[in-house]
């Protein structure tokens, strides 16, 4: 399903909206809705990078934590 929106961009943004809706034989719309749906995974992933950059921290300290009672456990092979 699609919706009919209204929006309102600068001159110089409009201009180069069309040049290149011509140039890719795409409809403005479609541009604009690639341009959003790209935003949107790009924002998607860097939240992806800092819950794993925090993970792996949070990894990492209870690696150090358990490390000791580990060596205890384990045989001497």
Do not use: C, F
């Amino acid at each position: 399903m699609t919706q009919r929106i209204t929006i309102t961009v600068p001159d110089g943004l409009a201009r180069e909206l069309r040049r290149k809706a011509k140039r890719t034989k795409k409809p403005v719309s479609r541009l604009v809705t690639e341009a959003i749906q790209q935003q949107h995974l790009e924002e998607v992933r860097q939240r992806m990078i800092e819950g794993y950059k925090a993970m792996a921290e949070e990894n990492l300290r209870l690696a150090e934590e358990w490390l000791p009672l580990t060596v205890e456990v384990l045989p001497d092979d």
